[in-house]
């Protein structure tokens, strides 16, 4: 009888905190992405490609065309 | 604890099936409070699931025998180590492992993108939560770990009389999987099964929720590389299992359970490349979705594979009851799930095509962008070749009854030439350029990779031409074998020069930019660039891996002689002198000491000179003492391993007979995987900005 008793007490506690949000009111759910991730995404990926350009595996012209997709990118 | 564990998985259950209701909501009505409570389901089952795994472990630690899963694979006398490794010792246990890990992750995942990728959660989480249904569904209607046990009559044994519960005694975990790699291997494969499930679901996600923007994919690609790594540690690891435990010299069979999770591991090395050009050039969209939908699918395979009992294997969790009915067999319960995530992210795809297509053309086809190209279609094949290899013999049977398997000489002969092919890619890939793949830009780094890939190359073939008449007569029963030797060996130079090549030009240029000085400049490159130059270390330990393989698999002896103590006798360069057969008391009531062990001393000499003392040994288990376990002694040094075996003993008149085997270069597989391991981790850090 208790662990039927203590299983029962645990099932309803998870649904009430599982189900609590729903009687909140209502939000939509926030779209924009965080700038500050995307900035700093690009800052890296542009960064690891300056290290090639160091390499001389990238041509100069060829890193600013991927800089500007990257911004482009970023910004879609 | 089985009634804890019962209910707890039950409410579980109850959980995720609201939660993906929860999270389908939420993605229709983008409405935060369904999200909210989807996301509360997956931490209320996560919560659950380890309740479950408690109680199962307690039952263990206590020989709680009354639940059959404990009885099965558990005994009083068992170490408690391997009481806790029983967890994952059966099926039942295995799956509740599996979906306790699963849910753990998935909590970790909702938490870590809560802020960054919020927008794409609802569909996420759906999907994570209809994986958790799925394992849950399985835990509780077919494959509960908490099941009680029953006798004969029908009676379940909770019901006897202390006096008589007091007596029952349980069998004991495989005595095979009393190994403490045993107890590793299959928690570091499970990371990487189940960790690929985050990336598979962030990329429905993101098509789902119409995500075109690609850096989202960093924290999926974060979770793919941890995946990825526990999965290649977890499989070397059982290679070294194998090596260790099962006595036949070697650490991969092509068993079709080592080829299930090998599988995903070439899909997943796949998606981490092409990842990055998706990254950085928007390309390989499609290819991206494709690997990770492949890799998780391929992972669910696996798991299928193994529990189906579809397949003999030493891996393999046994057959089922003839009589169950179709609809509830194990195998198609997963047959069905891994068909319901193909459909969901076919649809998907379709869906979706337009945010699949990068709208860039590939400039050039030597260029870094194709060379990944290349690597991706190579390592495709090669998982169309293991997966053929794998389910060809399945449907063999299936249509004709006739037992067919496939063993080394299906696989090597079509692996061998595509795994060069990558180790080549691998090498020229590393100094390919951005965009263009001119001859020019190609010359300046290929002359010290190809000088040192060619003398490597000339040494070797010279090595065999003058090595005497035995050598050359190798050399000659089997040509085809030494050409992919020198050729892994020339490519293998080549790849680790270009490597070497590649660091020292990093480190000489942080210096003369002034951005570090010595001995500072020689971490630069991990520091300023930990995914390009952890991903080196990687590649330098698959060349180790691949020397390990082709020497070791080229040049292992094998040698077998009956022994008495005083003999000594001569395994190829080792000489071996038997001091003595040693046993403990072979009558001793294996149930109060778990095990009894015979065991040859053997004092082992290269020329004149005393190199190891060694006592391989035979392993009586209480579980199983009719097949005693190897476990074999090893001399292991960087070009050689020198590993004996007690193939047969008779402790009257102390004869042995004694197995050998000398093994080259096995030592580089474990080195490489070090390599692969520090590599890996190096690449998870996050990169320093400057």
Same mark, same amino acid.
């Given at each position: ?9 645990? %099932? ?10 729903l009687?909140?009111? %209502? ?11 995307? %900035? ?37 | ?35 909210? +409570?989807?996301?509360r ?32 694979? +558990? ?8 009481k806790?490794?029983?967890?994952? #010792?059966?099926?039942?246990? +295995? ?27 609802? =569909?996420?989480s759906?999907?994570l ?15 509960? !770990? ?23 005694? #349980? ?13 590793i291997?299959? !928690?570091?494969?499970?990371?990487? /099964? ?5 990336? =598979? ?36 690891l ?12 070697? /650490? ?18 796949? =998606? ?13 969209? @499609? ?7 492949a890799?998780f ?6 798991? =299928? ?12 969790f ?5 009589? $169950?009915?179709?609809?509830?067999? $194990? ?20 869906r ?9 053309r ?32 399945i ?5 004709t ?11 090597? !002969? ?54 005497g008449?035995?050598?050359?007569a ?35 240029? +942080? ?17 300023d ?23 070791? #698999? ?55 000179? @005393? ?9 009586? /288990? ?38 050998a ?30």
């Amino acid at each position: 009888m208790a662990p039927l008793l203590a299983t029962l007490v645990l %099932a309803v506690a998870a649904f009430v905190w599982v189900l609590r949000p729903l009687f909140e009111e %209502a939000q939509a759910i926030p779209q924009e992405r965080a700038a500050g991730l995307l %900035a700093d995404a690009v800052t890296r990926s542009v960064q690891e490609l300056e290290t090639d350009l160091r390499l001389q595996k990238i041509e100069p012209a060829d890193l600013d065309m991927i800089q500007e997709h990257l911004k482009r990118e970023s910004a879609s | 604890m089985g009634t804890i564990g019962t209910y707890a998985l039950f409410i579980a259950l109850a959980l995720a099936l609201w939660g993906a209701v929860a999270a389908f909501v939420a993605y229709r009505t983008n409405d935060l409070r369904y999200l909210r +409570s989807a996301v509360r389901s997956i931490h209320g089952i996560t919560a659950l699931s380890l309740l479950a795994v408690a109680a199962l472990w307690i039952a263990l630690l206590k020989n709680d025998f009354t639940i059959k899963y404990v009885w099965e694979y +558990s005994r009083s006398s068992q170490p408690i180590i391997y009481k806790l490794s029983a967890l994952w #010792g059966g099926m039942n246990g +295995s799956i509740l492992f599996w979906c306790a890990l699963l849910a753990v992750f998935c909590s970790l995942a909702v938490v870590l993108n809560r802020t960054n990728n919020l927008r794409l959660l609802p =569909f996420t989480s759906f999907v994570l939560l209809l994986t958790l249904l799925f394992f849950l569904v399985l835990l509780n209607f077919k494959t509960s !770990p908490f099941e009680p046990l029953m006798d004969s009559e029908g009676l379940a044994v909770k019901a006897y009389a202390p006096e008589m519960l007091a007596r029952i005694e #349980g069998n004991g975990l495989n005595p095979l999987l009393q190994n403490v790699y045993m107890a590793i291997h299959p !928690p570091m494969l499970y990371q990487g /099964y189940v960790g690929f499930a985050i990336p =598979f679901a962030f990329i429905l996600g993101a098509l789902a929720h119409r995500e075109r923007n690609t850096f989202w994919m960093r924290s999926a690609r974060n979770w793919a590389m941890y995946s990825w790594l526990t999965l290649g540690i977890g499989i070397l690891l059982g290679g070294y299992w194998a090596y260790i435990e099962l006595g036949w010299g070697g /650490y991969w069979a092509w068993d079709p359970v080592e080829n299930a999770s090998f599988l995903p591991w070439v899909t997943g090395t796949a =998606f981490l490349h092409s990842f990055l050009m998706q990254e950085k050039r928007g390309i390989y969209r @499609f290819w991206n979705v494709f690997f990770i939908m492949a890799t998780f699918l391929l992972c669910i395979y696996g798991t =299928f594979l193994t529990r189906s009992g579809i397949l003999q294997s030493v891996h393999a969790f046994g057959q089922e009851d003839p009589t $169950i009915p179709w609809y509830f067999k $194990i195998g198609n319960i997963f047959i069905a799930f891994m068909l319901g995530m193909l459909a969901l992210g076919v649809v998907l795809i379709l869906r979706r095509q337009g945010l699949l297509k990068s709208g860039q053309r590939l400039e050039s086809a030597g260029s870094r962008e194709s060379l990944f190209l290349y690597g991706n279609l190579l390592l495709g094949l090669m998982t169309l070749i293991v997966l053929f290899g794998v389910t060809s013999p399945i449907f063999v049977r299936m249509v004709t009854g006739k037992e067919v398997s496939h063993g080394p000489e299906f696989y090597n !002969p079509r692996i061998l030439p595509v795994a060069l092919a990558i180790l080549l890619v691998m090498g020229i890939a590393s100094i390919a350029p951005w965009r263009r793949g001119g001859w020019a830009g190609y010359r300046r780094h290929l002359l010290f990779p190809s000088l040192a890939g060619g003398s490597a190359l000339a040494v070797s073939i010279a090595a065999f031409l003058y090595g005497g008449a035995a050598s050359r007569a190798d050399f000659a029963s089997r040509p085809l074998t030494y050409a992919y030797l020198f050729a892994c060996i020339a490519l293998s130079f080549f790849v680790a020069a270009i490597l070497v090549e590649e660091y020292i030009r990093s480190v000489k240029t +942080s210096v003369a930019h002034g951005r570090a000085t010595m001995p500072r400049a020689l971490l630069s490159p991990f520091r300023d660039n930990p995914r390009r130059y952890g991903g080196y270390l990687v590649h330098l330990g698959m060349v180790c891996l691949f020397l390990g393989v082709a020497f070791s #698999g080229t040049f292992q002896k094998e040698y077998q002689e009956t022994m008495r103590p005083g003999d000594a006798v001569r395994f190829g360069p080792y000489t071996v002198r038997m001091a003595g057969l040693n046993h403990d008391d072979l009558n001793a009531d294996l149930t109060k000491v778990n095990e009894a062990r015979v065991w040859a001393d053997l004092h082992v000499f290269k020329g004149d000179r @005393f190199v190891a003392h060694l006592r391989p040994q035979r392993v009586f /288990y209480a579980a199983n003492p009719q097949q005693p376990t190897y476990e074999v002694a090893i001399h292991s040094r960087l070009m050689n391993d020198f590993y004996t075996l007690l193939a047969g003993f008779d402790p009257k008149d102390g004869t042995a007979v004694i197995g050998a085997f000398v093994n080259p270069m096995v030592a580089w597989l474990w080195l490489g995987g070090l390599l692969v391991l520090i590599g890996g981790t190096t690449a998870l850090v996050p990169m320093r900005r400057y």
